[in-house]
């Protein structure tokens, strides 16, 4: 099996000479790099929408088992989590937006920052709705 084609590599991106000497400093291009906190305000986005289902399942089925107890419980859960996706997920569009000279490292992922802060916000707003519905079956 012949081995793996290597990466190409990068020109360089501007050569400086030392002085008095025949060596140069080579600054190289760097790559950008996908933002951390685009990728985390995803996933906790995602898990955000999944605890607000549970919340739902709690509120609607749970009546005779003090459903709006669980509810209320894993409403507290899920807006937590929510507000961290939305939060990190507006940080992550600023850290991408923010402009870097030269040397430093170039962030992407804003469409994965935007998508954690609509999952984040649409499991805030699920969860939410979730206790609401809980408290009404409950009182009904």
């Known amino acids: 099996?012949?081995?793996?084609?290597?990466?190409?590599?990068?020109?360089?991106k501007r050569v400086d000479?030392?002085?008095g000497t025949p060596f140069g400093v080579v600054h190289l291009d760097v790559p950008p790099v996908t933002s951390?906190?685009?990728?985390?305000s995803l996933v906790i986005g995602i898990?955000?929408?999944?605890?607000?289902?549970?919340?739902?399942?709690?509120?609607v089925a749970g009546q005779n088992y003090g459903g709006a107890w669980a509810a209320g419980a894993f409403t507290v859960?899920?807006?937590?989590?929510?507000?961290?996706a939305v939060v990190a997920g507006v940080l992550a569009r600023r850290q991408i937006r923010r402009p870097a000279p030269p040397p430093a490292v170039r962030f992407t992922g804003r469409g994965l920052a935007l998508a954690g802060v609509s999952c984040g916000g649409v499991?805030?707003?699920?969860?939410?709705?979730?206790?609401?519905?809980?408290?009404?079956?409950?009182?009904?």
């Open 123 to 140: 499991g805030l707003l699920i969860s939410l709705a979730g206790l609401v519905l809980a408290l009404v079956v409950q009182i009904t």
């Open 36 to 40: 951390g906190l685009a990728i985390g």
């Open 1 to 12: 099996m012949p081995p793996p084609p290597r990466e190409a590599p990068r020109p360089p």
């Open 47 to 59: 898990a955000s929408i999944l605890v607000s289902l549970l919340v739902l399942c709690f509120g």
């Open 77 to 84: 859960l899920g807006v937590i989590a929510g507000t961290a």
């Open 17 to 19: 000479a030392v002085p």
